[in-house]
């Protein structure tokens, strides 16, 4: 019945937009005066007027007994009165409790900001740190004393074996000779995995694709040259990391294929929409019998340079890399954990991946998403909140180049015989939260569906929804434990500028942003923790 009502009144069930627009136009400031408790006094007149149902029904005539000054008040209010009703539309109403609480998470994260002082450590004191570099392991005593200080039952650190892959000196690309441009360098970055040219480089003609099965298709032709991988990313996507998604497969399997097939190097576009001068670096895969070929970006720039250069004459590539796999390596997650007081077997995860490539300070990828984890159990304990399951912030190692902390971590999980009601992951960058993407078993997703629309109506005012599809990398093995996985969904727009190059700082990063990040995770902690599941 009442979803015929939210009908009725042309209100989508989760949709805010309304409100804020009508919030706009009547001139009063959620943020000024307090979004909450405006919507608290909207439910208790709400409550006051709800004497019939046919006056609820038409919230038009409602409005009508309000005076003509009230104007812009008597719009706010119908719309909130509408947005009201959806609440009703759910299983319940958000209490006052819950409405304050989650108040005070986004109250309590944008003042402090202390998510961004830890970030700023993170990324500029300790810098850029892959998988079993001694950034790594300095990075896993930084995270493993603020977690101890905040108060947390047990920090520990937990061990996983990683591959070192190390960059070494800086590369180099340069076209050579070309009968139009002459010689030119070209901005490059080697890829993770990526094999040495040895101290005198390389050089060979250069074959372009678009795609893997171009490269198949071309038989011996590629043979003693440098394969060139140039598909662009799809500028149209909404989302960018669905045009990340529709590129990337060159960049980490391009190379193994191009040395199946005899190429002696291989070439890929950055992983950005973006045309510029920033080469981005990140993982290429080569299976245990197939030799590590030179592998390099460039910066797209450069991959439109060489691309015209190829249409005009035969073109070669100068390239010389350093690159060395440095063996096998003990490194570790770390693992802050808050006991539950009521189901302290019921686990929800916070987390993100402490490792980063070597370039730049790794503050998007993923520092953001470790302080966010962090951040939430701060964010717990300043409140006083006593959670009633036990809330877990992991810090993943190489969730980059192996997935090793990931793994190890579903692995020990299972042999303890746990379970995760619910995992979230932040590794999305640091920029404005937009929502929470969710997946996980028929029946744990049934019953979050009913507690949405309720959860949508605390969280709206905050411009956070919820859509099918979420999870991340490292919580990804969990998800056989039958519980919910979520991924942070910060607005997309800007991250592939920043993503695994040089650039990735903290200067790219904005505090009130990134605070933003964490009371959204935070929030949703507490949502899922105070909630009954069956
Ligand atoms: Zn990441």
Redesign the pocket.
């Known amino acids: 019945m009442l979803a015929g009502i939210s009908q009725r009144c042309g209100w989508r069930t989760g949709h805010r937009d309304e409100v804020a627009v009508s919030l706009a136009s009547s001139g009063i400031s959620g943020q000024a005066i307090g979004i909450a408790s405006l919507r608290l006094k909207i439910y208790d007149e709400f409550s006051r007027r709800m004497k019939s149902t046919s006056t609820l029904m038409r919230p038009s005539n409602w409005a009508l007994q309000l005076s003509p000054d009230q104007r812009g008040f008597r719009h706010c209010l119908v719309s909130l009165m509408v947005a009201g009703m959806s609440i009703f539309s759910g299983t319940a109403q958000p209490s006052n409790d819950e409405v304050f609480t989650v108040k005070q998470f986004f109250e309590e994260a944008l003042d402090h900001q202390q998510s961004y002082q830890w970030l700023h450590h993170l990324s500029e004191s300790i810098g850029g740190r892959i998988a079993g570099s001694p950034q790594s392991l300095a990075a896993v005593e930084f995270v493993a004393q603020v977690l101890d200080t905040l108060g947390t039952d047990t920090v520990i650190r937990q061990p996983c074996t990683v591959r070192y892959w190390y960059r070494g000196a800086q590369e180099e690309a340069r076209i050579v000779n070309h009968p139009v441009l002459g010689s030119v360098d070209l901005r490059c970055l080697a890829l993770g995995g990526s094999g040495s040219t040895g101290l005198d480089g390389l050089a060979a003609e250069v074959v372009e694709f678009r795609s893997l099965d171009e490269l198949r298709e071309s038989g011996s032709r590629i043979k003693g040259k440098i394969a060139f991988f140039n598909r662009a990313f799809d500028n149209r996507q909404l989302r960018t990391f669905h045009a990340y998604g529709g590129a990337v497969d060159q960049r980490v399997f391009g190379p193994e294929l191009a040395a199946k097939m005899g190429a002696v190097a291989c070439v890929v576009r950055s992983m950005t929409g973006r045309i510029d001068d920033w080469p981005h670096t990140g993982v290429c895969i080569f299976g245990d019998s197939v030799r590590p070929i030179p592998a390099v970006a460039i910066s797209t720039r450069d991959a439109d340079r060489l691309s015209t250069c190829l249409r005009q004459a035969p073109t070669r590539l100068f390239l010389k890399t350093h690159c060395e796999d440095r063996g096998v390596q003990q490194s570790y997650s770390v693992i802050g954990e808050i006991r539950g007081s009521t189901f302290p077997d019921e686990i929800i995860l916070v987390g993100?991946?402490l490792d980063?490539w070597d370039v730049g300070g790794g503050a998007h990828?993923?520092g953001a998403?470790c302080v966010h984890s962090m951040e939430v159990l701060s964010l717990l304990k300043r409140m006083n909140y006593k959670p009633r399951r036990t809330i877990r912030c992991v810090l993943f190692q190489n969730?980059?180049n192996g997935l090793a902390g990931g793994r190890a971590y579903a692995k020990a999980s299972n042999a303890k015989g746990e379970f995760h009601l619910a995992a979230i992951e932040s590794?999305?960058g640091g920029f404005t939260p937009q929502g929470f993407g969710f997946d996980g078993s028929p029946d744990l997703v049934a019953e979050l569906r009913k507690a949405l629309p309720r959860w949508e109506e605390l969280l709206g005012p905050y411009n956070i929804d919820f859509s099918t599809g979420g999870g991340g990398?490292d919580i990804g093995p969990l998800k056989s434990q039958g519980g919910l996985l979520f991924g942070l969904r910060p607005d997309s727009q800007r991250y592939f500028d920043y993503?695994h190059t040089a650039q990735d700082h903290i200067a790219a990063v904005h505090p009130r942003e990134l605070a933003l990040g964490s009371a959204a995770m935070a929030a949703l902690v507490y949502l899922l923790d105070r909630h009954d599941f069956r």
């Open positions: 993100g991946h980063s990828d993923d998403g969730e980059e590794d999305a990398a993503h």
